[in-house]
């Protein structure tokens, strides 16, 4: 099994200040098969990017990703007050498709 | 535009049975590999099962496997769930979300169902 370590567990910033989120694979077997989803209390998650550094349709260019190994990052530039909320990393490349703890980014 | 409707969910006592049902709606549901995610009160996600556009593949986590059973109709544009010998650790919001294409990363998902195991 993949395991997925996101860090940190909670990024506090403010609009208009770049966010950086953290995913670590435990294999490199994830090769690119790496997701990134964002979720609002209350809400179904929404995908963000795919396949590492694809932005999901609709996702507005702010959002990027990018890896190193099996280091993943998430970057959001130019934090908008819809940004806060939680995110999570997902590999796909091997069954069971797990899931990172999630990171919050709040206010 | 892309609609997936959960339903089926409740309370059921431990060692109880429910059946989730997914209704999809706004693409072509035969052609999309579909999952079911799960999320517990509070707590991450987690990915539950996987079925293949022609149910040939079949896919579950081990917290479920023998318990669980993931079934499709496409003729009914329609995603199931069949859950036996529930626990307590199995309460949870369980959404099904589509795949895209052979992979397992989530596009769309609904808006979810609530499975409470309590006695």
């Known amino acids: 099994e993949i395991v997925l370590t996101q860090s940190p567990d909670t990024l506090s910033l403010s609009p208009g200040e770049r966010a950086t989120l953290s995913c670590r694979a435990s294999?490199?077997?994830?090769?690119?098969?790496l997701a990134w989803y964002q979720q609002k209390t209350g809400q179904a998650p929404r995908l963000l990017i795919y396949?590492?550094?694809s932005r999901a349709t609709g996702i507005p260019d702010r959002f990027t990703g990018r890896a190193s190994g099996t280091d993943f990052t998430l970057t959001i530039t130019r934090l908008e007050p819809e940004d806060f909320a939680v995110y999570y990393c997902?590999?796909?490349?091997?069954?069971?498709?797990?899931f990172g703890q999630g990171t919050k980014l709040e206010i | 535009e892309v609609q997936l409707v959960e339903s089926g969910g409740g309370l059921v006592k431990p060692g109880g049975s429910l059946r989730l049902s997914c209704a999809a709606s706004?693409?072509?549901?035969?052609?999309?590999?579909m999952n079911w995610v799960r999320q517990a009160p509070g707590k991450g996600l987690e990915w539950v099962s996987s079925?293949?556009?022609?149910?040939?593949?079949?896919y579950y986590a081990d917290s479920v496997k023998g318990r669980f059973t993931i079934s499709r109709d496409n003729s009914k544009n329609s995603l199931y769930l069949q859950m036996n010998s529930l626990r307590v650790e199995d309460t949870a919001v369980f959404y099904c979300?589509?795949?895209?294409?052979?992979?397992?990363?989530?596009?769309?998902w609904g808006q979810g169902s609530l499975v409470t195991v309590s006695s």
């Open positions: 997902q590999q796909y490349a091997t069954s069971p498709y797990t």
């Open positions: 979300a589509t795949g895209h294409g052979s992979y397992h990363y989530f596009n769309f």
């Open positions: 706004g693409f072509t549901f035969s052609d999309y590999t």
């Open positions: 294999k490199s077997d994830t090769g690119y098969y």
């Open positions: 396949a590492t550094s």
């Open positions: 079925i293949s556009r022609t149910s040939a593949d079949i």
